[in-house]
């Protein structure tokens, strides 16, 4: 048995879905824990692509347990939309569980989003425009809605009719925006009460029982560490915490009860939205990785910036979230380029350094420094062990294992399930694996 938190150690897009999916085969239960319609995975099975936004992506097996974990906020007409369109690919939604405790997005807290990002002008944060972030700020202000309380039509009514009146205040007074007629969104609200009802549990009792049960649980993270609300390049950042830590949290169990951390990250490095990127690529190359590798988001379609992999911040990450393994994900975008750069440091004012800053400011003065690598200018779409690999791409990964201090147990050499090599199975496979920690071979077999 084994419980196994999934996060991003870059700013998200890493391609966590499919490692989850992946693992999703060997779990009994799959938890997402915190974020919301913001996020977005993108899993292709068989041909057949999936884009999933807040169901996790262990849905596609028919025998595994999805919780949407009370850290998360939910848009239930979203959620609706994500459950119609799944079970009309065929795709029983019966093992979905919605924690009661988890906060809901409402109207106001979009059109909020939308017109505050819009008066920020040129110092704009790069939000969704989702309503993620005010979700958030009134769950910490102890006004928001909790699912439980779609649930009961009395405390919906009461508490809305109250809100609503505070909000057009905002929307009118402020955004010049037309105020929201109470009864229609109550309306509304109760009727997406009724298509979710079956599904909302306490999903910390339910957890603990699985845990009690020894069953395998994956925790599965939204957006990346750089965009954790406390450790991530602030303020342009998600709401929430996307780091391990935030599994316990979001998820409602102790840290006792988590086995593993394993981290995804790019063979290379993107970011979507505003904020520093040392790495960032201008020009054909940067080009050439965003098309190659497909990068626009999931959710919104925004183009992602492309640049080198960034050893600097995957260190960090690692460090913040415990990360005792790597999977190194689409390999395979880099399989034409000639030479391959990667940032093992930063120069800030004529200084070396090593670690990563706090300071947003501070951050944008960093120039990375490179090590060249040669590209292995090679497919490795149809590789399916390290064997398959050209000796440059295994190089290449044992460099960033070296770097990063950290064993890698899966690579990704494509969208599909399997365009993988998986080099150890981190939920039943023991914590060791054929990359060790100085990137040196293990010939011991998994």
């Given at each position: 048995?084994?419980?196994v938190?999934v996060?991003g150690a870059q700013w998200?897009d890493?391609g966590?879905?499919?490692v989850?999916d992946?693992l ?11 974020g919301?319609?913001n996020?977005?995975h993108?899993?292709?099975v ?8 807040l169901?996790p ?6 025998d595994t347990e ?6 998360t906020?939910?848009?239930?007409a979203?959620?609706i939309?994500?459950l ?5 690919l ?7 569980l919605i924690?009661e405790?988890a906060?809901?997005?409402?109207p ?11 008066r920020?002008?040129s110092?704009?944060i790069?939000?969704t425009g989702?309503?993620?972030g005010?979700t958030y700020?009134?769950k910490?202000e ?5 699912v439980?309380d ?13 809100t609503i009146?505070?909000?057009?205040v905002i929307?009118?007074r ?6 929201l007629?109470?009864?229609?969104v109550i ?5 997406y009460a009724?298509r ?8 910390s009792?339910?957890?603990y ?7 395998n649980?994956l ?11 406390d ?6 950042v ?6 391990a830590g935030g ?10 009860m ?6 995804v ?14 790495t960032e ?6 080009e050439?990785l ?21 050893a600097?911040i995957?260190?960090y990450?690692?460090?913040?979230n415990?990360?005792?393994?790597l ?5 395979d975008?880099?399989d034409t380029i000639?030479?391959i ?10 200084q070396?350094?090593n670690?990563f800053p706090s300071?947003?400011h501070?951050?944008?003065q960093c ?7 040669p ?5 490795t779409?149809?590789c399916?062990s ?10 290449y ?7 990063m201090?950290?064993?890698i ?7 599909s399930?399997?365009?993988?090599i998986?080099i150890?199975?981190?939920i ?11 990137g040196?071979?293990v010939?011991?077999?998994?």
């Amino acid at each position: 048995m084994a419980n196994v938190v999934v996060i991003g150690a870059q700013w998200g897009d890493e391609g966590k879905g499919k490692v989850t999916d992946l693992l999703s085969r060997s779990a009994d239960v799959v938890v997402r824990y915190q974020g919301g319609v913001n996020a977005g995975h993108t899993v292709v099975v068989q041909g057949q692509t999936f884009k999933l936004h807040l169901i996790p992506s262990g849905i596609l097996y028919p025998d595994t347990e999805c919780i949407i974990g009370s850290g998360t906020v939910i848009d239930p007409a979203v959620l609706i939309e994500e459950l119609d369109t799944i079970e009309s690919l065929g795709i029983s939604t019966k093992n979905l569980l919605i924690s009661e405790t988890a906060h809901v997005t409402m109207p106001y807290h979009r059109l909020i989003d939308q017109a505050s990002e819009e008066r920020r002008g040129s110092k704009k944060i790069g939000t969704t425009g989702r309503g993620i972030g005010p979700t958030y700020a009134d769950k910490s202000e102890r006004a928001g809605i909790r699912v439980l309380d779609l649930m009961d039509s009395e405390v919906l009514q009461e508490k809305l009719n109250w809100t609503i009146i505070q909000k057009n205040v905002i929307l009118e007074r402020l955004y010049e925006l037309p105020p929201l007629d109470p009864a229609t969104v109550i309306e509304q609200y109760q009727c997406y009460a009724e298509r979710l009802r079956p599904h909302v549990v306490d999903s910390s009792l339910k957890i603990y029982q699985a845990i009690e049960q020894k069953r395998n649980i994956l925790f599965e993270g939204a957006q990346g560490t750089l965009l954790d609300l406390d450790h991530g390049t602030y303020p342009y950042v998600t709401s929430s915490n996307p780091v391990a830590g935030g599994a316990c949290v979001g998820a409602g169990v102790g840290p006792t009860m988590i086995d593993r951390v394993i981290g995804v990250a790019k063979a290379y490095t993107t970011r979507v939205g505003e904020g520093p990127f040392p790495t960032e690529l201008d020009g054909k190359l940067g080009e050439l990785l965003c098309e190659r590798g497909a990068e626009f988001g999931t959710t919104t379609g925004r183009r992602r910036r492309c640049g080198w992999f960034d050893a600097v911040i995957g260190r960090y990450a690692v460090r913040i979230n415990g990360i005792d393994c790597l999977a190194i994900t689409k390999l395979d975008v880099l399989d034409t380029i000639e030479e391959i750069n990667v940032c093992v440091a930063y120069e800030i004012d004529g200084q070396g350094c090593n670690h990563f800053p706090s300071s947003a400011h501070r951050f944008a003065q960093c120039r990375p420094i490179y090590k060249t690598l040669p590209g292995w200018q090679k497919s490795t779409a149809e590789c399916r062990s390290l064997e398959d690999l050209p000796k440059q791409a295994l190089d290449y990964l044992k460099f960033l294992a070296e770097l990063m201090a950290v064993p890698i147990a899966l690579v990704s050499l494509g969208a599909s399930r399997d365009q993988t090599i998986i080099i150890e199975d981190p939920i039943h496979g023991p914590k060791r694996a054929l990359l060790d920690a100085n990137g040196a071979p293990v010939t011991s077999e998994v």
